[in-house]
Structure formats: C-alpha cells, structure tokens
C-alpha cells in the first residue's frame, strides 16, 4: 500500500529564515505530486505540483519554490520566510497515469508559524 | 470559469438527525468528481470518486450521489465522532479544483 510522509509536523522560524518542508511518497511509482497551502477555516490553496522528476509547476507567485530531486521526493522551500508564510502546508499525490484515477492523497501537513 | 461551490458553509445537527451536503460545479468534460474529510490538523481523508451522473456510493453512514450538475453527500443517522469538514473537488487536468467546504458538527 501507498503511504506519504511529511515532516517536520510542526514548525517555528523568525521572519527572513529559510524554509524546508520534505513530503516522500512509498509504494509507487512515477506519482504526481502536489504542495497546497491551508490559511485556519480556509480552502486548500495549490502552490505547485509536479509530473515527473524536475518538472515543477507553479500555481501561485510567492516567494516559496519547489524542487523535485528524486521519483517520489517533493521539497517545498522559501529563501526569506515572511509573516504572511504561517500556513498549514499539505503534501499530496496522486496516480501519474492518465484517465479518471487521478484521486490525491493527503500527508498529514506540516503547522508553519513564522514569528 | 471552471468552479466548485459547497453549501452550506456550516451545518450543525442533533446526533441521529440525517440531512445533506451541496457541492455544484461548473467544469466542462466532467472527469470525476472526488469527496473527501478533514478533521482538525489533520490532511484530508479520500472518502469517494464518482464518475458518472446517477452513480451512488456509500461508507458507513455516508452517501454520495452525483447528478450532471451536482452531488450530494447524505449522512444518514450521524454520530458526533462524524464531525469534520467535508471537500468536495472536480479534477481538471493534472489539478483537482476544491470547494471551500462544509464544516459539520454533530451534537450528542
């Protein structure tokens, strides 16, 4: 069975420290991968996602970038975080086969605040 | 525009008072339309897809039906521990579109 892990679960940074989230999908291969952002009582957000290794696409401009270094690694990360960057940050995949089975999957969110 | 819109925002129930969640769309070329659960903290939970209109599925004390326009998601005799938000999303391309979601709770 698929499983996907995100971490670190929670995070505290001061404003202007880089950023690093890791999101690692097993028991697939070749997934569609995605990064959503969640503000408290708000819809998800979609920041980028990714088709295959180094294919990154980005849905909103922001100061925040994605990398895809391996099959099933996604790393979403900032240079200089911003106050305005506290969020709950979602992993996602998905099947990268074409047709209607393209559910996503959900990791378990990384709690940003950024102080 | 391609849209997916879920009402209410927020429902409150009595504990075995069924009743049912909206989600409309307006996305041509209809692939799929997903339900999903998110309790507090927590990533969303897949709960459904349904494909075509008519179709029905069922987990527990949930149903979700799909018509060319929309999809209801029933709860039928709801239990407190069924409190969550409930997403409604409608893929398109290598993207899904969300609602914004129905937040339910479930008195004892």
């Known amino acids: 069975s698929q499983t996907i892990h995100q971490w670190p679960a929670t995070l505290v940074q001061p404003v202007g420290s880089p950023l690093s989230l890791e999101c690692t999908v097993e028991g697939t291969s070749n997934p569609n991968l995605y990064w959503y952002r969640q503000a408290a009582g708000r819809g998800l957000q979609l920041l980028f996602y990714?088709?295959?290794?180094?294919?990154i696409s980005s849905e909103v401009p922001q100061n925040l970038s994605a990398s895809r270094p391996q099959d099933r690694q996604f790393i979403l990360s900032s240079k200089k975080l911003l106050l305005s960057d506290s969020s709950f940050y979602l992993c996602?995949?998905?099947?990268?086969?074409?047709?209607?089975?393209?559910?996503?999957?959900f990791g378990p969110g990384t709690r940003l605040t950024v102080l | 525009e391609d849209q997916v819109t879920q009402s209410p925002e927020a429902l409150r129930l009595q504990e075995g008072e069924s009743s049912s969640l909206n989600c409309s769309y307006t996305?041509?070329?209809?692939?799929?339309l997903f339900w999903y659960r998110q309790d507090p903290g927590k990533g969303p939970e897949f709960l459904f897809t349904?494909?075509?209109a008519g179709e029905e599925k069922e987990k527990e004390r949930l149903k979700a039906t799909l018509t060319k326009k929309e999809s209801f998601l029933h709860i039928t005799a709801p239990k407190p521990e069924d409190s969550a938000t409930y997403l409604c999303a409608v893929p398109f391309t290598s993207k899904i579109i969300f609602g914004s979601g129905t937040r339910l709770s479930i008195r004892p």
């Open positions: 990714s088709v295959g290794i180094g294919q």
């Open positions: 349904l494909y075509s």
């Open positions: 996305v041509s070329g209809l692939r799929g």
């Open positions: 996602a995949w998905s099947h990268g086969t074409s047709g209607n089975y393209n559910e996503q999957f």
